[in-house]
């Protein structure tokens, strides 16, 4: 399965893609680094081509960049056909825009879950709510 890790420049995101490629899945690492800018809209289509899930674990945006780049985000993965949107964030500004969508969704509501738990989460099936995983 593609899945697409948002910012995976990040020690987490860097876990995750690590966890999903030695579980068999196809794990693409999507940062700015690599031409994938949540805020801008680079190089998501191209990202987001085929994905069956994407999980967003950036939480050190600017507060005036989540907005835009949640809305981008949801956008690209609308247009790709992605199936499920998992995000990591403890702001409810964000969770009120992911519920908006037409996206089928999980939200992670933790500062930091194991790369583990978050692979599980990933690949099972939206909850279309919040889940916390244990530590």
Do not use: W
């Not at 860097?14 to 794990?27: D, M, N, S, T």
């Not at 999507?30 to 800018?37: E, H, K, L, N």
């Not at 998501?44 to 985000?73: F, H, I, K, Q, Y």
């Not at 790709?80 to 939200?107: K, N, R």
């Amino acid at each position: 399965m593609k899945i697409v890790v948002i910012c995976a420049g990040e020690l987490i995101g860097r876990e995750l893609v690590a966890e999903l490629g030695a579980r068999g899945h196809q794990p693409v690492a999507a940062s700015p680094d690599a031409g994938v800018d949540p805020v801008t809209g680079e190089g998501l289509a191209d990202a987001l081509a085929g994905a069956s899930v994407v999980v967003d674990v950036s939480n050190s945006r600017a507060p005036e960049d989540l907005d835009t780049a949640t809305r981008n985000l949801l956008a690209a993965e609308a247009a790709a056909g992605v199936g499920h949107h998992v995000a990591v964030s403890l702001v409810d500004a964000q969770h009120e825009l992911i519920a908006a969508s037409s996206l089928p969704y999980t939200i992670v509501r933790a500062t930091r879950p194991s790369a583990v738990a978050l692979a599980e989460i990933s690949v099972g099936p939206p909850v279309n709510g919040a889940v916390e995983p244990q530590p």
